[in-house]
């Protein structure tokens, strides 16, 4: 439909999209003070129904923070303060956490996130801005979501994810629509399927070629 208009060539097109910040976000100093990159992560769907086990989000922030010199940040909607703390006092790395920054908006999410490195987490609204940022993400889905529906833009590299469906296809008897509702009404038995060390097998490449640099 814009080519009606607006005929361009195949090449021209960028079909990614873009956030620009003003020059004042640009400007975001409340990581200076550290000394190490930080990178973002996701520790709590939007739901209970997209969030994982808490033991399995602490197993993966327990991994990252043993092998990488950085900094963490958790991301989670303002209501679940008390279910991020719960996750932060079970982690063994503490000094490698901030769990005093967090913003509570999406713009201040959005400047906050363009100050780090990269995200990890559950499928959702942050993965599409971090995206939008640059920034290489890695998404974790949960058991019900269509994953062709919301993984944009993954090369394997820069952006990838997990799908319990892919790594065990023979727990799915079909993934219909209504298949995929029931499964929603109820994933947390199939989330127990997706284990650490299966997302670690994917996740761990994936941190290792973009922090290469900050490997303990």
Request: aromatic share 12%; with cysteine; charged share 20%.
């Amino acid at each position: 439909m814009f080519n009606t208009f607006f005929p361009l060539a195949q090449n021209q097109i960028d079909y990614e999209p873009h956030i620009v910040l003003t020059q004042n976000e640009q400007q975001y100093n409340k990581l200076n003070k550290y000394n190490k990159p930080a990178i973002m992560l996701g520790v709590l769907g939007s739901t209970p129904q997209k969030s994982m086990p808490y033991q399995y989000i602490v197993a993966l922030i327990d991994h990252i923070t043993a092998t990488y010199n950085v900094n963490v940040l958790f991301n989670y909607a303002p209501h679940q303060k008390a279910d991020a703390l719960s996750i932060y006092n079970q982690c063994q790395n503490k000094s490698n956490i901030i769990i005093d920054i967090y913003e509570d908006s999406i713009r201040g999410f959005i400047t906050l996130m363009n100050k780090c490195e990269l995200l990890v987490g559950n499928e959702g609204g942050i993965v599409h801005i971090s995206k939008a940022l640059n920034k290489p993400t890695f998404t974790i889905f949960s058991p019900y979501v269509l994953k062709e529906h919301w993984a944009s833009f993954e090369d394997g590299k820069k952006h990838t994810s997990i799908h319990l469906l892919e790594e065990k296809p023979n727990l799915f008897d079909e993934f219909s629509v209504e298949q995929r509702r029931k499964i929603e009404e109820n994933p947390h038995e199939l989330y127990q399927m997706l284990t650490p060390e299966m997302i670690l097998k994917k996740l761990t490449p994936f941190l290792d070629f973009h922090l290469k640099a900050f490997k303990n």
